[in-house]
């Protein structure tokens, strides 16, 4: 669900996910969007090596999350309507 929100909220062509569970019980999860026009040799591993890739300041990551988590919830009553 949150891939596809990045997708649409964002115009990501594809979201990558990586993931860390060390030592103690949790996890850690990246969600990174892959956007139109990314040069290739950036995809998948080397997107976090972008130096052109769109950053946000806190205000900008904060709103990113509530359009993400808002659309999320209606991804979830809509499928809960069904």
């Known amino acids: 669900r ?3 929100a990045l997708d649409e909220c964002c115009g990501a062509e594809r979201a990558y996910m990586e993931f860390y569970g060390e030592v103690t019980p949790h996890l850690h999860v ?3 969007a892959r956007y139109p026009g990314l040069p290739s ?3 998948r591993a ?3 090596k972008w ?3 769109p950053m946000g ?4 990551i904060a709103a990113l999350g509530a359009r993400l988590r808002a659309h999320v919830s209606q991804q979830i009553e809509a499928s809960a309507a069904r």
């Open 2 to 4: 949150l891939a596809r």
């Open 30 to 32: 990246f969600l990174t």
């Open 41 to 43: 040799e950036y995809w």
């Open 46 to 48: 080397n997107i976090g």
């Open 51 to 53: 130096p052109d890739a």
């Open 57 to 60: 300041g806190a205000e900008e």
